[in-house]
């Protein structure tokens, strides 16, 4: 079950429309005292935030990778490299 949440929260996540979306109510979710398991309960309470903020910033940073790499290649295929004489003899 946890895998198939992972790959549904992945994919989601990776989807344009529905990113911020998600991003707000996996924040909702953190900061929000209703959980799966109540935060007054020492450790319990907090292993499903703690599980749910490391999906989020695994995700969230794996689709920042992905677009700084795929940015990159793009201004690398882009760029020419001319080059300019500035002392014409």
């Known amino acids: ?8 929260y992945k ?3 990776e989807h344009p429309q529905y990113r911020w979306v998600l991003v707000v109510a996996t924040l909702v979710y953190l ?8 935060d007054f309960i020492p ?6 935030d703690a599980v749910v903020a490391s999906i989020f910033v695994a995700s969230v940073s794996q689709i920042m990778l992905s677009g700084l790499t795929k940015r990159r290649t793009d201004l690398r295929a882009n760029n020419t490299h001319k080059t300019v004489d500035i002392n014409p003899e």
């Open 43 to 48: 450790i319990i309470g907090w292993i499903d």
């Open 11 to 13: 994919r989601t996540l």
């Open 31 to 38: 900061l929000s005292p209703i959980d799966i398991s109540p």
């Open 1 to 8: 079950m946890a895998q198939s949440f992972y790959a549904w």
